[in-house]
């Protein structure tokens, strides 16, 4: 039997996870998880159990991938769901995991996006659904702690990907609907 080829998507929030997991996740032979890393998942009562899953995935990522009957499998994955993050995605590059770079050019979007989101608590929507009718007061300061935020989260992403085989995709460029 082949092993299953395997990815991660690595990214920031509100860079275009949910819409590339769509697009992969309509391919037959592809299936792409969530954030099955994140720390607030409850797929165990053990805080113990899932800090020292963070430490070392590679067995949880082991049974995700056994769960899926398709012959490619991946999943979504912030730098911060890892305690080391460049120890952890260089085991799992040695392992061979694929690693895709997802970026989001517009850091401004990325910003209000997150601030309207944890405001509102809807945080994914889908083509034909209702606009939210959400009235929002963002400051100024808010704003801007937002943006220092994600610049130095994208300057920590591009050094962490830096000496990794990764391939890049760009939300603008790759993902975004332009016609």
């Known amino acids: 039997m082949h092993e299953k080829k395997k990815f991660l998507i690595l990214a920031q929030s509100r860079s275009g996870t949910q819409l590339l997991r769509a697009l992969l996740n309509s391919h037959p032979d592809i299936h792409c998880d969530g954030e099955l890393l994140h720390r607030n998942l409850q797929y165990t009562g053990f805080r113990w159990l899932r800090e020292l899953l963070r430490l070392y ?19 979504n994955m ?21 690693v895709i770079h997802l970026m989001r050019e517009d850091l401004l979007q990325i910003a209000l996006s997150f601030l309207i989101a944890s405001r509102s608590g809807e945080w994914h929507r889908e083509a034909g659904d209702r606009c939210p009718q959400h009235t929002f007061t963002i400051t100024p300061a808010e704003l801007e702690r937002e943006l220092i935020k994600r610049s130095k989260w994208r300057s920590f992403e591009i050094e962490l990907v830096k000496d990794i085989p990764h391939r890049e995709v760009l939300y603008e ?5 332009n016609g």
Request: no cysteine.
């Open 57 to 75: 995935p590679e067995p949880l990522l082991h049974h995700w991938q056994n769960k899926a009957s398709e012959p490619v499998f991946g999943f």
């Open 78 to 98: 912030m730098f911060y769901h890892m305690i080391f993050p460049k120890p952890t995605l260089l085991r799992l590059v040695n392992s061979n995991w694929h």
């Open 173 to 177: 460029r790759d993902l975004l609907y």
